[in-house]
């Protein structure tokens, strides 16, 4: 198993930065693909970025392509998303997630069902 510890989430104007942080801990040589996922009162999970474990090749949702950046340090077992440019509809709860499988896209988005282990998340707020 492999525990998830989101941090870095706050309050910020629109057009602002925040850079989230997630660090796991656990059997975490198991993984294969980390991924950002949100969830906004009354909608729907929806996946922001994923990253290989190994690195590699980034991938991002359309609506944050651009805006926000995806790393890892593996030798501190954290993976960053780096949001600029932030937009009140960026306004989530952030959840950081490790998967089993390698990191797939379909129809532009990563399936949460592909992800086995999660953060309790970080709030970001986005307003004037």
């Known amino acids: 198993q492999v525990q998830l510890v989101e941090s870095g989430g706050g309050s910020v104007q629109p057009g602002g930065s925040l850079r989230l942080s997630c660090t796991a801990s656990g059997y975490t040589y198991s993984r294969r693909c980390m991924g950002w996922f949100r969830q906004a009162p009354g909608k729907e999970r929806d996946w922001v970025a994923g990253i290989p474990t190994g690195g590699g090749i980034t991938y991002y949702a359309a609506s944050v392509k651009g805006r926000f950046t995806i790393s890892q340090d593996n030798a501190k077992n954290t993976m960053y998303l780096q949001m600029n440019a932030l937009k009140p509809e960026d306004t989530a709860m952030y959840h950081c997630?490790?998967?089993?499988?390698?990191?797939?896209?379909?129809?532009?988005?990563?399936?949460?069902?592909?992800?086995?282990?999660w953060g309790q998340g970080t709030q970001v707020a986005v307003s004037s």
């Open positions: 997630a490790a998967s089993l499988s390698f990191c797939t896209v379909v129809a532009g988005r990563m399936s949460a069902a592909r992800f086995v282990d």
